[in-house]
Antibody, heavy 127, light 108 residues
Framework: QVQLQESGRGLVKPSQTLSLTCTVS??????????WSWIRQSPGKGLEWIGY???????YYNPSLQSRVSISQDTSKNQFSLKMRSVTDADTAVYYC???????????????????WGQGILVTVSS | ETVMTQSPDTLSVSPGDRATLSCRAS??????VAWYQQRPGQAPRLLIY???TRATGIPARFSGSGSGTEFTLTISSLQSEDFAVYYC??????????FGQGTKLDIK
């Protein structure tokens, strides 16, 4: 059974860069079949999808965040990471990494549901 | 952006009774809807995908239905561990996945 675990700094100053890593066990991020996503949850905005990476290093981001966000992977460590630049108070949230099963496909893309989640990490933006 | 609106915000039900939770999409999402359960201090857990397919290990008392813009999650015979917050998610209208705001299921 796949397990995901987030790690990183829980306190970030405004205007700085948020950096988180997700370590995956019980499954490989190098194989086809799943996307590896970041999702956040805040009292004000609820659950918000941030973006995903596929083993080919293809990435997609929430259009509202894509100018500040990047997701990368380190297959040798079975990890994927999130960087979010120029953070503000509005970026304070619990950040989850999750595995997506992209089983619904159209002619141009595949999407799906999140079948495994990490426990989440609270990131607070404050000076 | 497809807005997912859940109702009610809070539902109070007695253990052993049935709970019916609703989710409405602002435009058609066919049957590309998933439901999640979130207990306090935990991550969301996948319950249902494709509107009506139970995820692995999910008890049969959980069922989903609907298509287009109207969806329902039904929990028959509520157990104590079912009192939690439930979210719907659409994955039909790319390039953005969106979630509902959640329904809190309370013990009556």
């Amino acid at each position: 059974q796949v397990q995901l675990q987030e790690s990183g700094r829980g306190l970030v100053k405004p205007s700085q860069t948020l950096s988180l890593t997700c370590t995956v066990s019980g499954g490989s991020i190098s194989g086809a079949g799943y996307y590896w996503s970041w999702i956040r949850q805040s009292p004000g905005k609820g659950l918000e999808w941030i973006g995903y990476i596929y083993y080919t290093e293809t990435t997609y981001y929430n259009p509202s965040l894509q100018s500040r966000v990047s997701i990368s992977q380190d297959t040798s460590k079975n990890q994927f990471s999130l960087k979010m630049r120029s953070v503000t108070d509005a970026d304070t949230a619990v950040y989850y990494c999750a595995r997506e099963d992209p089983s619904y496909c159209t002619s141009s893309s595949c999407q799906g549901w999140f079948d495994s989640w990490g426990q989440g990490i609270l990131v607070t933006v404050s000076s | 952006e497809t807005v997912m609106t859940q109702s009610p915000d809070t539902l109070s039900v007695s253990p052993g009774d049935r709970a019916t939770l609703s989710c409405r999409a602002s435009q058609s999402v066919t049957t590309n809807v998933a439901w999640y359960q979130q207990r306090p201090g935990q991550a969301p857990r996948l319950l249902i995908y494709s509107a009506s397919t139970r995820a692995t290990g999910i008890p049969a008392r959980f069922s989903g239905s609907g298509s287009g813009t109207e969806f329902t999650l039904t929990i028959s015979s509520l157990q104590s561990e079912d009192f939690a917050v439930y979210y719907c998610q659409q994955y039909n209208n790319w390039p953005l996945y969106t979630f509902g705001q959640g329904t809190k299921l309370d013990i009556k």
